[in-house]
């Protein structure tokens, strides 16, 4: 079939443009951590009924946790958004390293342009449908603490993505490219052990000591990493390790994640790090106990889903970026170690015309496509669980200098100025108008559905989470 545009959703999108631009910089300022997003939460719910949607909250007990409707009936199409910061990124749109909050959080991931380009998507494509009488579903959902506690793990237990037909996402990133890989499952845990105090000096014989069980622990652990499969990962940081030196600490908690390319993995080796908790507490004499935190799946890649949102970034185009965003672009990477540009261009093993599409540039301002080769992720994202659920597919756009390190305060300053902004409403773009072409072919809906069945390869999703299981609101303060 022919291929339609969303002009309609691309024209609401061009002319609510500093709208948005001025949600995600809202958004970038507040810099709420997962599962405390409540200012930037009610910010989307309130825009989102303004403009005829209807938003039930509060779901898969997260108060931060949406669900925006619009319409009725099939199609039933998905668009999925973020808005959680990162600890300790905290920093000014500038070009040169200055906190905005001394030791404060930061969108180090961008997710502030995320959520409202999703959003934006989801709007526009109500828009696009509205002015040519077509039926469908549009459904926006309010995602809390991918960062760290994989809110769309705990929606996806509780059934919230059932019934729809395909979910879309994006990400921001510093290239305009459909990957198409996977990703890697992940469990996270807090491991607490509990000891006895005691003068450190005085009376060592009558403590017992959980910061060592925590240290024997980690030794364990970092002795079993040459027993793993290649791709797996094993990290932690100790959040609790006592308060002084002289008292022999009664209480020690350290958090882990473990992370591999298959659920199934992951289980396997999350059972061996919790033998190694249990060896450590009986070195130590000390008793210990498992808080799981988050269990979240691989990506379950779509094909299908890919070409659409390849074709339908050649349509909606890349960002158009100004000759002030050049100019940042290159006194951000003035920052950089030397070479670390060139190094994350061949990380990516892009085939040699996408290669030449980049040379020499500082921003990717073109449309590179569909990766021919597709690469997965070595991170972990709870887009996974979704994917497990309902055909889901994402792309990255350039909301950032090539070369730019995730997580960094680098990260930041461009997730809030002109570069984050340009990358943002293209991103919206792409999702409306590949939100448009799944609602009009149900040939395409059904080929993804095909795939998604025959990729499933008879499983079925079982969350990891139990379904008592409670959210760690406890692990980050506001």
């Not at 828009?127 to 793990?153: D, I, Q």
């Not at 889901?392 to 300053?413: D, I, K, R, V």
Request: net charge negative.
């Amino acid at each position: 079939m022919t291929q339609l545009t969303a002009q309609e959703g691309f024209n609401w999108i061009e002319k609510h443009k500093a709208r948005l631009t001025e949600i995600s910089d809202k958004i970038w300022g507040y810099a709420e951590l997962g599962l405390h997003e409540e200012k930037s939460a009610r910010l989307q719910v309130e825009y989102l009924r303004e403009n005829g949607f209807q938003v039930t909250t509060g779901v898969g007990d997260m108060p931060t946790a949406f669900v925006a409707t619009w319409g009725e009936g099939k199609p039933a199409i998905g668009f999925l958004g973020e808005y959680d910061a990162l600890p300790g990124v905290s920093q000014k749109a500038s070009p040169a390293k200055e906190e905005l909050v001394p030791g404060g959080a930061g969108h180090g991931c961008g997710h502030n342009l995320l959520g409202v380009a999703a959003m934006a998507a989801a709007i526009a494509l109500k828009e696009e449908l509205s002015k040519r009488g077509l039926p469908g579903t549009v459904m926006y959902f309010g995602c809390p603490a991918e960062e760290n506690f994989s809110g769309k793990a705990f929606m996806a237990r509780d059934g919230v993505f059932d019934g729809l037909d395909a979910c879309l996402t994006w990400h921001p990133g510093s290239m305009n490219i459909v990957r198409g890989g996977s990703s890697l499952a992940v469990n996270s845990m807090n491991v607490t052990f509990h000891g006895i105090s005691s003068h450190a000096a005085g009376a060592p014989h009558l403590g017992r000591s959980a910061l060592d069980a925590v240290e024997l622990m980690n030794v364990g652990v970092n002795y079993l990493r040459e027993h793993i499969i290649e791709k797996a990962r094993i990290h932690y940081v100790t959040t609790n390790g006592g308060l002084q030196p002289n008292v022999v600490p009664a209480k020690a908690t350290v958090w882990y994640y473990v992370r591999a390319p298959k659920r199934e993995q992951v289980e396997e080796i999350y059972e061996r790090v919790l033998k190694c908790a249990k060896g450590a507490a009986i070195m130590t004499d000390t008793a210990y106990e498992v808080e799981l935190l988050e269990g979240i799946y691989e990506v379950l890649p779509n094909t299908v889903l890919q070409r659409v949102l390849a074709e339908a970034m050649e349509i909606a185009g890349p960002p158009e970026f100004a000759e002030e965003d050049y100019d940042f672009a290159r006194e951000i990477a003035k920052t950089f170690p030397p070479g670390q540009s060139e190094a994350h261009l061949k990380d990516e093993t892009l085939p040699e015309e996408m290669k030449e599409k980049l040379a020499g540039k500082v921003l990717n301002d073109v449309v590179l496509g569909h990766l021919p080769v597709p690469r997965d992720s070595r991170g972990s994202t709870d887009v996974g669980d979704v994917s497990w659920c309902v055909p889901t597919e994402q792309f990255t756009m350039a909301c950032t200098a090539l070369g730019t390190p995730g997580h960094s305060w680098q990260y930041t300053a461009q997730s809030g100025m002109r570069i984050g902004h340009a990358g943002m409403i293209a991103a919206a773009r792409t999702l409306v108008q590949a939100g448009l072409q799944l609602m009009t072919s149900p040939e395409t809906l059904e080929k993804a559905k095909a795939e998604f069945t025959k990729r499933l390869g008879g499983k079925r999703y079982v969350s990891p989470l139990a379904p008592d299981m409670k959210l760690p609101f406890h692990q980050f303060s506001k």
